[in-house]
């Protein structure tokens, strides 16, 4: 062989050896990208943990097992539960999760406890689903609806403890929807139905027995004040009455007293009352008739029950004088 022969052998194994070598740097190097960390394996077993941005590797030695997302994740679960009387609920929640630090250890956990994702889907969704049951096989198919706060509460508190083992730390678990079967959600309307129309009419009555009984008692006050009223009323008209013949009564006394002091007879005064007496009843009278008697004994004896009417005191408290003819 020709020493050109030799030359060009050598330089395409120059080549080959330059070809081998660079891709043996370039084998070295690796990406991990953002909000992502590489778990790599040596002859298949865990070695380490790369960080996002360039990393060397031993080349064909050390492996990138898998990445591992270090962001939040979010699932939508659908699973059925069934209540303590028998009443079959529908449950979607949704769970937002995370891995609990970037530590060797927790990733080696992530990355090695399922094997694959679907595995963890499942191993998540049955968690979820256990723990509801837990809850809402102990309650009612009435209660379910108003405990969902309760629900989320409990199976948030056993989510926690699982997924911490599986290097995961839950952020937020949330039911979104949750749902009968038709015939169950059909007679819960019904039933709720006839209780607003209970408490309708239970309100309706109430309203009814007050309105009634603040009338009565509106009517037994009013009586109650017309009757306090009128026995007022009363009680000023006697009293003004018992002061009125009061008055007339000193009235006629210091007349027929200043009669007498001038010399005069009290018949005058008692003529003067029966004139007056006829006089205003003809002028205040509405139409009426009035008859007088005009015969002179009847007169003299009417003047005579007068003039008894104004005798003072002092004539009726004196001693009758003895007849001189006796």
């Known amino acids: 062989m020709d020493s050109s022969m030799t030359d060009l052998l050598s330089l395409i194994g120059y080549g080959v050896l330059a070809v081998i070598a660079i891709a043996v740097v370039l084998g070295s190097f690796r990406i991990v990208n953002q909000a992502t960390v590489a778990v790599v394996t040596l002859f298949g077993k865990y070695r380490r943990v790369l960080r996002p941005g360039l990393n060397l590797l031993i080349p064909f030695i050390e492996q990138i097992n898998r990445t591992v997302q270090i962001q939040n994740r979010t699932e939508q679960l659908q699973f059925k539960t069934i209540t303590s009387d028998q009443a079959v609920v529908y449950f979607?929640?949704?769970?937002?999760?995370?891995?609990?630090?970037?530590?060797?250890?927790?990733?080696?956990?992530?990355?090695?406890?399922?094997?694959?994702?679907?595995?963890?889907?499942?191993?998540?969704?049955?968690?979820?689903?256990?723990?509801?049951?837990?809850?809402?096989?102990?309650?009612?198919?009435?209660?379910?609806?108003?405990?969902?706060?309760?629900?989320?509460?409990?199976?948030?508190?056993?989510?926690?403890?699982?997924?911490?083992?599986?290097?995961?730390?839950?952020?937020?678990?949330?039911?979104?929807?949750?749902?009968?079967?038709?015939?169950?959600?059909?007679?819960?309307?019904?039933?709720?139905?006839?209780?607003?129309?209970?408490?309708?009419?239970?309100?309706?009555?109430?309203?009814?027995?007050?309105?009634?009984?603040?009338?009565?008692?509106?009517?037994?006050?009013?009586?109650?004040?017309?009757a306090e009223n009128e026995a007022t009323a009363a009680r000023l008209r006697g009293e003004g009455l018992a002061a009125f013949r009061k008055a007339l009564a000193q009235g006629f006394g210091e007349s027929a007293e200043m009669l007498n002091e001038h010399g005069l007879d009290p018949a005058l005064l008692a003529f003067s009352m029966w004139t007056e007496t006829i006089r205003d009843a003809a002028k205040e009278g509405a139409g009426n008739t009035i008859f007088i008697d005009g015969n002179i004994s009847t007169s003299e004896e009417a003047l005579r029950r007068l003039q008894a009417f104004t005798v003072s005191k002092n004539e009726k408290a004196a001693p009758k004088k003895a007849d001189p003819k006796k």
């Open 92 to 226: 979607t929640a949704t769970v937002i999760f995370t891995v609990s630090d970037h530590e060797p250890e927790t990733v080696k956990t992530v990355a090695f406890k399922f094997i694959d994702e679907a595995s963890f889907d499942i191993a998540l969704l049955s968690a979820v689903e256990a723990s509801v049951r837990e809850y809402v096989a102990t309650r009612k198919q009435s209660e379910v609806l108003g405990l969902r706060a309760e629900i989320v509460n409990h199976a948030k508190s056993t989510l926690d403890e699982q997924l911490s083992s599986w290097g995961y730390t839950v952020i937020d678990l949330q039911i979104t929807e949750l749902a009968f079967d038709k015939e169950v959600t059909d007679s819960m309307a019904r039933i709720v139905a006839a209780t607003n129309l209970k408490i309708a009419a239970e309100a309706e009555g109430q309203a009814l027995l007050i309105t009634r009984t603040k009338a009565a008692e509106a009517e037994g006050a009013a009586i109650r004040i017309a």
